[in-house]
């Protein structure tokens, strides 16, 4: 409720002559469903990279759907509940692709706290999929997005698992390129400008990983990676594993 209403000053017929105005107290304050994205993510089985517009104005029409409702009045009715397809993960489910450990980039306080962070599902709707989160005092986190229904395979569709397509963002489609055209031999058919030109392509559907390094490695590894790109140098290192 905004802080303006919190407090509201009412004149009545009673209090219309007098000098000091009726002040009444609203009612308690409610809290209404909200969302943070701080711990989303995408992974195998739990993609969405497939989905056209209309998937995500589907998604973000649920989710302000889900704002008009009090938190605790949701949540003791079964009912609207039901309608939801609201309720707590089964890890024990069949099929089931992942479990709560592989969330691992979530922190560890949560993760293995499921009595106090059990991680929850409703419906984006019947036939778009779901979205899987847990609550923390009055903010759900979102953390995958479910188009297939995978979370909880289906007895009715003999608990079967689709795959799905994690979406490439801008910044590491622009990273590919770069590594790219470094592996690229200028020779007298050096095409690296015709590359350049392309950039950024925003088709990259190949594994990426990002990673960080402290300084002092960060200046070992730039010495030794000389002319090699990045690729190279990891194919390289698992080639002598």
């Keep these: 409720?905004?802080?303006?209403?919190?407090?509201?000053?009412?004149?009545?017929?009673?209090?219309?002559?007098?000098?000091?105005?009726?002040?009444?107290?609203?009612?308690?304050?409610?809290?209404?469903w909200s969302f943070s994205f701080k711990y989303f993510r995408e992974i195998e089985y739990f993609g969405v990279g497939d989905k056209n517009a209309s998937w995500f104005i589907s998604v973000l029409d649920k989710l302000k759907d889900m704002c008009n409702y009090d938190i605790d009045s949701f949540l003791a009715n079964a009912t609207i509940k039901q309608a939801s397809r609201y309720h707590k993960i089964n890890w024990e489910q069949k099929n089931i692709p992942l479990a709560r450990e592989d969330f691992n980039w979530i922190d560890k306080s949560i993760i293995q706290n499921d009595d106090e962070f059990p991680f929850v599902q409703f419906q984006i709707s019947k036939s778009l999929g779901r979205v899987v989160g847990f609550w923390y005092e009055s903010i759900f986190y979102i953390v995958i997005l479910d188009p297939m229904h995978n979370i909880q395979p289906a007895k009715s569709y003999n608990y079967a698992v689709d795959k799905t397509k994690i979406a490439d963002n801008d910044y590491t489609s622009l990273l590919m390129d770069i590594d790219k055209i470094r592996r690229i031999s200028c020779n007298h058919d050096c095409n690296i400008y015709k590359e350049l030109c392309l950039i950024p392509t925003k088709m990259n559907t190949s594994n990426f990983y990002y990673f960080s390094l402290e300084d002092d490695y960060y200046a070992e590894f730039t010495e030794k990676i000389k002319d090699k790109s990045i690729t190279e140098l990891i194919e390289l290192g698992i080639a002598s594993l």
């Design 1 to 32: 409720m905004p802080p303006e209403l919190k407090n509201r000053i009412v004149v009545n017929e009673n209090s219309y002559n007098s000098k000091k105005p009726v002040v009444t107290k609203s009612r308690p304050e409610q809290k209404y």
